[in-house]
Nanobody
Framework: QVQLVESGGGLVQAGGSLRLSCAASRSIFSFSVMGWYRQAPGGNQRERVARITSGATTNYADSVKGRFTISRDNAKNTVYLQMSSLKPEDTGVYYC????????WGQGTQVTVSS
């Protein structure tokens, strides 16, 4: 069973920055894709924010391009999401997802951006 543990969320003012971390219980090199998703307050769907493949190819939602950067450290079994120029609409619970044959999710970390 794979465990993903997110951290780094918090309260920040608009224009500020946060770095989220997702630590996996096994080597992340074995996952074909890892990504960050978010669920807005009151929403029932998770929006994909960014993803990174095992070959380090990245992809971003249009709403975060130029502001967020996803990266991975295989030695630390950790994926990061650097978020800059944060906006109130970035508020939500951020989840880490890892995919091989199956999909694995973390428990989420709250990000709140105040105006």
């Amino acid at each position: 069973q794979v465990q993903l543990v997110e951290s780094g969320g918090g309260l920040v003012q608009a224009g500020g920055s946060l770095r989220l971390s997702c630590a996996a219980s096994r080597s992340i090199f074995s996952f074909s894709v890892m990504g960050w998703y978010r669920q807005a307050p009151g929403g029932n769907q998770r929006e994909r924010v960014a993803r990174i493949t095992s070959g380090a190819t990245t992809n971003y939602a249009d709403s975060v391009k130029g502001r967020f950067t996803i990266s991975r450290d295989n030695a630390k079994n950790t994926v990061y999401l650097q978020m800059s120029s944060l906006k109130p609409e970035d508020t939500g619970v951020y989840y880490c997802k890892a995919s091989d044959t199956y999909n694995y999710w973390g428990q989420g970390t709250q990000v709140t951006v105040s105006s």
